[in-house]
């Protein structure tokens, strides 16, 4: 049924299966499509094709893996007058995303005291399953953090405003409105600001340890043995809180306007009637809590560097940037050679801009948007930039990390506990974490080989490699 119509390109037809309205691409190696076809993330692929209003194709990128609705790494851009939105194409973890900082110090200042640092950073970043922050908020107070996003944690004296440049939509949507917003989902929020939560959320000491570009590089302040810390996080229950609503509204707007699912997964609604316009507006204020989570964690990061390096270390720890995962974006793009508003859902990919887009900062003008694309633990880590090619070919995303081939409970199963211990530690990475079923989740071998999927949007033209990153010590919960 899938055919290879490129390189690195497998297509289903227009047709393939009954309701579809654009035909499928997946973005893949042949070992990749081949991981894809194991589970249902191909099925997902044409499911999503059936919705009302799609544009072009229903996508999938190279980190591609079943997920809930849209595959993980799907990406699809609806009409905004006759297209629809759905949680499905979000996830339950809205702005999952990534950020990476940039230190002054070097692999060998840092490797030394490597286990003191973890230590800080594990007692000062709250994580775990349930984990909640130092921050109380008042219910007034977390709707400021709901509409403000990272500017609410900066005015509060977390970060600088020079933080906020460097990251996607300046870490703010301004559509959001804390309203649409419900009391439980408020309730889970109050306490988890400023926290990694559990499963994939990390955070990673690093060290940089090949050098693909060197002119953008420097202008990024990266040299070859400099440390880096990455840092995955999202919207925490108040997130998962506000799609568990949502597919409920979904489910009965689907009915009301007669919209035919393939899958309850896809649960939508006009984006421009009354239940797509409320779940697009709380679903912009669960964006805004996980990049001001993000950017609290960052204050609580540059804090615990200062009590092992000393205290002036922390006003020279900078942001690189901050890309989200799993959002909905209003954007420009060109459709059948005319330049038109589009709602693009990416779950589980990463925007890609290239030079001289308009959304991007001053200072990556002319290098194209960073794109952070961080491996399992234990593996490497990259950093990219877009290129000219993802406007034409994916709406401006690319892939947003390597992509499970295991489930959860799989890598469980198959796992051993001392056996990954052991592996770390011969290759120098450090560990600290709550839970031992944890690491065995994210264990390096329930995912794919992030160098390949890297060489797929490379040789796509999606992006351009300019660093890559090895892990020297993982915080998780």
């Not at 640092?117 to 709901?146: A, M, N, T």
């Not at 560097?305 to 690189?320: L, M, P, Q, R, S």
Request: glycine share 10%; proline share 4%; aromatic share 8%.
């Amino acid at each position: 049924m899938w055919k290879q119509v490129d390189k690195f390109v497998y297509e289903i037809p227009l047709g393939a299966k009954e309701g579809m309205r654009v035909p499928g691409r997946v973005f893949a190696s042949e070992t990749i499509f081949k991981q894809a076809e194991a589970d249902k993330a191909l099925e997902q692929v044409v499911n999503v094709a059936t919705l009302p209003g799609i544009l072009r194709y229903s996508l999938a990128m190279p980190d591609i893996h079943w997920g809930y609705g849209f595959p993980i790494g799907g990406v699809a851009a609806f009409d905004v007058d006759h297209g629809v939105i759905t949680p499905g194409g979000i996830g339950f973890d809205i702005n999952c995303g990534v950020r990476l900082l940039v230190t002054p110090l070097t692999e060998e200042q840092v490797r030394p005291k490597r286990g003191a640092l973890l230590d800080v950073l594990y007692k000062e970043v709250p994580s775990g399953v349930g984990s909640e922050g130092f921050i109380k908020l008042s219910v007034r107070e977390l709707d400021k953090v709901l509409e403000m996003g990272a500017k609410w944690a900066v005015e509060q004296g977390y970060g600088t405003f020079e933080d906020l440049e460097r990251l996607e939509s300046q870490g703010q949507l301004k559509g959001a409105d804390a309203s649409k917003v419900s009391k439980r989902a408020k309730e889970r929020g109050l306490e988890q600001l400023g926290t990694l939560g559990s499963g994939n959320h990390f955070l990673e000491v690093q060290k940089v340890d090949e050098i693909f570009d060197e002119a953008v590089a420097k202008q990024m302040g990266l040299s070859l043995g400099q440390v880096t810390i990455m840092l995955h996080t999202g919207s925490r229950g108040l997130g998962h809180q506000v799609a568990t609503d949502y597919i409920d509204v979904m489910l009965k707007a689907s009915k009301k306007y007669g919209i035919k699912l393939v899958d309850k997964q896809l649960a939508a609604a006009p984006f421009k009637s009354e239940e797509g316009r409320d779940y697009w507006a709380a679903m912009q204020c669960a964006a805004n809590f996980a990049w001001a989570n993000r950017q609290v964690i960052t204050d609580y990061i540059r804090k615990a560097f200062a009590k092992v390096f000393g205290n002036e270390i922390k006003d020279k720890i900078t942001v690189i940037y901050d890309v989200a995962h799993n959002i909905a974006k209003l954007e420009k793009h060109m459709v059948d050679g005319m330049e038109r508003e589009v709602v693009v859902h990416r779950k589980g990919a990463t925007r890609s801009f290239p030079a001289h887009h308009p959304e991007l900062p001053s200072i990556y003008e002319n290098t194209g948007q960073p794109v952070i694309i961080p491996g399992s633990m234990g593996s490497s880590s990259f950093l990219l930039v877009g290129l000219p090619g993802s406007m034409e070919q994916s709406w401006g995303s690319t892939c947003h990390g390597a992509g499970r081939v295991m489930s959860r409970k799989e890598a469980i199963r198959k796992g051993n506990y001392g056996t990954l211990m052991d592996s770390l530690g011969e290759k120098g990475i450090l560990v600290r974490s709550a839970e031992r079923e944890t690491l065995l989740e994210e264990a390096p071998e329930a995912y794919k080989d992030v160098d390949e999927v890297v060489h797929v949007v490379e040789e796509l033209g999606l992006n351009r490699k300019v660093a890559r990153m090895r892990p020297m010590g993982v915080v998780k919960g």
